[in-house]
């Protein structure tokens, strides 16, 4: 029987929350004044501004350490949330903690493919700070803790080649992953059907990086009604990204870079043996009409090599690992969104973790997200010091007792719930 | 082992497609000129016109009994369909020819949830024509064979008080269904979360009738991209169903009316044990700030009690049946549309019944869909001559060989995907 302590945890996904300084290093002067800025508004928000454009949410969802109580979309200001969320320094920290390897970490403020930078109208700009962005988090954010972070910067979504051309460069510096967006179509861009996007899809598979889409990414949520209670959207983010999974499947860009390989991001894994079984079937049943063709294959089986998936706490998707396929199957943390598991995922892991075997549990647990991502920590540390007790050694009394940060200013008003919805909208 | 001819088959989801003279005898004199009416157009489709509206397809997606090479949107004549899709006589064969015992039959033309009906503006004339149309579809249809047909009426939309009027007028008939939609707010009408509702609500669970939400009712279907293939709808139908279990979950229905229930129709059921896991944690990590309150009960619970759900075949549904509650999984056939496994359902399921025990056979193929819906064949036939042998037995002789209904209209050009899209949009 595996004990907490012995886990290696490695997270395909968590997120940070860009700090104020980020772009000074690496902005081109010319641009200076133009890169983003915080700004501290009169009701004590801390909100980004760029191109006139003010983002309301520095933080998303930057709820880790918190009471439960005080969820939702507050914190709004960077004193409202602890510095692991901004700070490399404290991030490890508060990794090492919870016994947490390895990160993978996306953007809160850009939104999850960065589609804020890519919507404005000066693309030299939106160019500049891509890059800029992108030097930051690979060089300055994972780059001081190269044994602790999977780097995963932004695409450029406005041009193809241009995208291209970003991968190739970042490949250089040694990354494998790429965030990108559910779907395109939905942002005002070609859709995953049209050949538009194949210089970008012929430099992931070059440069052996992973597409990383991540639930929201599309700008949609899943909001059934205005006045549907919160809840609704909680429940039904990570299956609405099976819409993507569909859309991506049954696109050209399977067929035509047979190599490419996608994630989908915080999407749970539970529902995915359904989902194969409805591939299946849809394939069975409509194909003569359809005009599909995975030649000798089954569309499950095309699902399962090009799509990587992954859990915070999942015991349906443990339950049906073997539906599923246990060498896709990845752990995440989701630090420090309102869904984390944080600072105790090793245990709340174990506790779902059923009959799965040692071997099963290390696949799930680092194993698959180092061969997927091309992420090898132990060149650079030994096995022995990356466990769950050796890290939570490392920063014995380091502080990660929850604790209130509440103000006043949203929770006691209920402005939080209202605001959860217009913010998760404008950002994610 | 129990074999096919041993089964006794209830679906909870067919459709009927509407004869053209079905309003003749139910239509108030004052508005006999102005209920829908068909018409064939210059290109041999039979299009149903009413108050200016002209629904492009009669049948939406009728093609049992054709080839695989043939599905799409045709027929969009009635000569192109199987006489059982709208003559009843014709439709108990192809029952019996399959041995299938019972059925309850959703609309075709008006909307799954009659929207057409509800959405002009001659409130007068709109409750004539759903009447109208309920008491074809009650004294006629099912009235034809009442051992054989679930009753399954449209609502009103535009009024509750005259939808619980409804709901009590054709209770007095024997009526335990009545189907509605995913999403009253997509259609413009106020959501599952006013109070605008109540009165249906509680004539519904006074009169022991089922709310049965079909897919695709809310005239939503998941189009990723306008560009997306075909297969990316197919596939994602049954999933999309999961956002109105949500938002009913969720709602202030379920609390308030603890004896409500509601039918997820044609939405399959593996999905069902990863949603009711993520109501739970939702429920666990956000309750104490959005302020959900199922006293001591757990949402899956809830869930459990008020949602039916049905498969046509689905093997990881059955897998995961304990997990689902087999009090709460029917089964259906889906005739005519392209998804069905007429003629040979017994022996699809049973390809799928996996371990299950006769008794959780026997509550999935009939005895959960008798008590949900308040339906007893039995006291009019016997069970012995209720199975799939003894119907199939009675019928012997009737056609039911898989043939060409082509007549190049569509298939070879290709418009059949074209159009299915379109129509799909236009019709549900």
Redesign the interface.
């Known amino acids: 029987m595996i004990t907490s302590d012995e886990l290696i945890l490695i997270s395909v996904d968590d997120h940070l929350v860009e700090p104020p300084d980020m772009f000074d290093a690496h902005i081109p002067a010319k641009y200076a004044d133009r890169a983003p800025k915080v700004v501290r508004t009169e009701n004590g928000d801390d909100v980004w501004t760029f191109e006139g454009a003010v983002i309301p949410n520095v933080g998303l969802n930057a709820v880790a350490g918190r ?6 979309v507050e914190p709004t200001a960077f004193d409202e949330m602890r510095p692991g969320c901004y700070d490399v320094h404290e991030r490890v920290k508060d990794m090492s903690a919870a016994g947490v390897l390895g990160s993978m970490n996306f953007p809160s403020f850009p939104g999850f493919s960065g589609r804020l930078f890519s919507a404005i109208a000066d693309k030299d700009l939106a160019l500049a700070v891509i890059q800029a962005y992108n030097d930051w988090h690979v060089d300055e954010w994972c780059g001081a803790y190269p044994d602790r972070f999977i780097p995963n910067p932004l695409p450029v979504l406005w041009d193809p080649h241009l995208a291209a051309a970003e991968v190739r460069r970042l490949a250089k510096k040694g990354v494998h992953s790429v965030t990108f967006t559910e ?1 395109p ?2 942002l005002g861009y070609p ?4 050949e538009h996007w194949d210089p970008f899809w012929k430099a992931c598979v070059d440069e052996d990086v992973v597409v990383s889409v991540h639930l929201g990414s599309s700008g949609q949520l ?1 909001v ?9 959207m ?3 983010q ?2 609405n990204i ?3 999974a ?2 991506i ?3 050209r860009v399977i067929k035509q870079f047979p190599d490419i390989r996608f994630a989908l991001t915080e999407g ?4 995915i ?3 194969m ?3 299946d ?3 069975d ?8 063709d995975f030649g000798d294959r089954l569309p499950s089986e095309v699902f399962r090599e090009h799509f990587l998936t992954c859990f915070i ?5 443990v339950a ?1 690992r073997d ?1 599923i396929g246990i060498d896709s199957i990845c752990w995440e943390l989701d630090y420090p969104h ?2 984390t598991s944080w600072p105790t995922p090793a245990e709340q892991l174990l506790a779902v973790a059923g009959d799965m075997t040692k071997a099963e549990i290390d696949k799930i647990t680092h194993e698959n997200a180092m061969r997927w991502y091309s992420f090898d920590p132990f060149a650079i540390r030994s096995r022995d010091s990356s466990t769950v007790g050796a890290l939570r050694g490392e920063v014995a009394g380091h502080d990660v007792s929850i604790r209130s940060y509440d103000k006043g200013r949203y ?1 006691r008003s209920g402005k ?2 209202e605001i959860a919805k217009v913010a998760a909208k404008a950002t994610a």
């Open positions: 009471p439960k109580e005080e969820y939702g779907n179509a939905s859709s995953y059907h049209q899943a059934t009604a205005p006045d549907a209670p919160v809840d609704v909680i429940t039904l990570p299956m099976c819409q993507a569909a859309d499947l049954w696109s749970g894994t539970g529902w043996p359904y989902f079984e409805r591939l079937r849809t394939y049943m409509h194909r003569a009409w359809t005009g599909q706490a999942d015991p349906v998707g049906l539906h309102s869904d929770q939080g719930i």
